[in-house]
């Protein structure tokens, strides 16, 4: 037998609005003590009227643009009715048969197995609007529950997927691009540890024939929602866990037949039946009398044009315009400030590449050398800046260094006047003051020697005298002791000697001295 698993995923995204979805009170009450940005709007207090938040529906119609979804002409809101403690009114604001955004897709990849990546599109069935529950919050002792009504009213963008998804790992990577697009339309800090981006899982799994006609492809079957997944490992974990369980159901002849709720217990790492699941009619959605409907035309023609430019775009364009490779493209562009920092830089270093003065008659070409300088720049702004940042806990955005001095930074390393040792030491005094490098240079005397007196060839000479044993074990075959003294060297001249000359000189040198 031949299982596959299926998956859909809903996904809830707090939206980044100044207030809540249907009152004036700040939608920063994770900030502020416990219900204290509350009102009798979003407490559900008798005769209080709701008003739409006309950000939350620009939002949600740029997600829905972003993902290449239909957006409605005319929508409305609806009231979804329950009764759980952290629901005040009984019933939640949401959308159910004109949600503000119907279809769209999404694109993702994942490693291949095989050194490269392979892609996959996952379509969507809609985008709502909602408004969120309070918080309910539980003693260590479980004798206790208390809430915290700040969160109550916050805005959300539900968005569904279509039961698309095969992997534990395809769902993580669906996420993850998924959060990194809220971040560059700026609807959403889409924090999964904070709150800020949830998701429910809904998975089944279905026999798959050994050779299944398109036309009768198995059926659906009843699905398992798990819920209070809270980071990205933990949407692995949960599935991977499920996909063994149900498995093992149908191996015993026990295949699920109903639907259900199970929620995600991350220390034991298993998932545990809440209840059975609900049918839509369960909730018995009516019109919310209170809203009037929306209509939508006149401002998704005005949004249309703002969508910006989106990771998986950026990436490309990394890599076709500055020569970046595809996994260092997807390094900068998974943070949208890193990514801007990273595309000024190589702006201002084709400036200063274009204005260097011609050597032996030939002047520097860009386009010619475009991939050493994205692999130059690469590597000191992934790893060099990100490590000096790492050890003085900077973020990129209170990042010091203009964009400018970095690409001079650059520059200096490609001409050649900074070792690469002495350049940290730079790097991390710019990171510290934000002053001009060559300025730092100059004052610290980190420049590369020019050897126009001789001074280096006395270097070598001393290094030679200085170490016989290992001219010894040189001159009998030891190639690689000839290191040892480039390395003496570049100690003694305090990383101020070019690499090539030092070791030009001190092979000069051991030839002079050859009986």
């Known amino acids: 037998m031949k299982l596959e698993p299926v998956i859909g995923l809903e996904i809830h995204v707090q939206l980044k609005t100044k207030s809540k979805m249907f009152c004036g009170c700040s939608n920063r009450g994770e900030y502020e003590p416990p219900n204290t940005t509350v009102c009798p709007v979003c407490l559900g207090q008798p005769g209080a009227l709701p008003v739409i938040n006309s950000r939350a529906v620009e939002f949600g119609i740029l997600v829905g643009l972003a993902l290449g979804g239909r957006i409605a002409v005319r929508s409305k809101f609806d009231r979804k009715n329950y009764f759980y403690p952290d629901l005040p009114k009984g019933y939640q604001i949401s959308q159910k048969d004109l949600p503000v955004v119907e279809g769209g897709s999404l694109t993702a990849d994942i490693p291949d197995g095989q050194g490269g990546r392979r892609s996959f599109t996952v379509r969507l069935n809609r985008v709502h609007l909602e408004e969120d529950a309070a918080k309910l919050l539980h003693s260590p002792d479980g004798r206790f529950s208390y809430v915290d009504f700040n969160r109550g009213g916050t805005p959300l963008a539900e968005i569904v997927t279509e039961p698309d998804i095969h992997s534990p790992a395809e769902a993580k990577a669906f996420l993850q691009e998924l959060r990194l697009i809220m971040r560059y339309l700026g609807v959403s800090d889409a924090d999964m540890e904070k709150g800020h981006l949830r998701c429910d899982a809904n998975i089944s799994m279905r026999e798959i024939p050994e050779d299944p006609p398109k036309e009768n492809w198995p059926k659906l079957n009843p699905k398992t929602e798990v819920k209070n997944i809270n980071s990205f490992r933990s949407v692995e974990h949960a599935l991977e866990y499920e996909i063994k369980r149900q498995t093992k159901l149908w191996l015993d002849g026990k295949p699920i037949m109903e639907q259900s709720t199970r ?235 070019p690499p090539e000359k030092a070791r030009e000189l001190i092979e000069k040198e051991l030839k002079k001295d050859r009986p």
Request: glycine share 6%; hydrophobic share 40%.
């Open 263 to 497: 929620g995600w217990d991350d220390v034991k790492k298993i998932t545990v039946a809440q209840r059975t699941k609900e049918e839509a009619h369960d909730y018995r959605y009516f019109p919310e009398p209170d809203l009037l409907p929306l209509e939508l035309r006149e401002l998704t023609d005005k949004l249309s044009g703002l969508v910006p430019e989106l990771p998986a775009a950026r990436r490309r364009r990394f890599v076709e315009e500055y020569g970046f490779n595809e996994a260092d493209a997807r390094t900068f562009c998974d943070d949208k400030e890193h990514a801007d920092y990273a595309e000024r830089v190589m702006s201002e270093l084709q400036e200063w590449v274009g204005s260097l003065p011609a050597e032996n008659g030939v002047k520097p070409d860009w386009t010619a050398n475009r991939d050493q300088f994205a692999k130059l720049a690469a590597g000191w702004l992934l790893t060099k800046l990100g490590g000096v940042m790492a050890d003085h806990k900077i973020d990129i955005r209170r990042l010091k260094i203009t964009p400018e001095d970095f690409a001079e930074l650059l520059t200096m390393l490609y001409q050649k006047k900074i070792s690469g040792a002495n350049a940290l030491v730079l790097l991390e005094e710019m990171v510290l003051s934000g002053a001009d490098p060559s300025i730092i240079a100059e004052e610290k005397n980190l420049l590369m020697v020019e050897d126009t007196g001789g001074e280096l060839a006395a270097v070598a000479a001393n290094v030679i005298s200085a170490n016989p044993k290992v001219v010894e074990d040189y001159r009998k075959g030891k190639a690689n002791a000839i290191q040892f003294l480039v390395g003496q060297m570049m100690k003694a001249t305090r990383g101020k000697a």
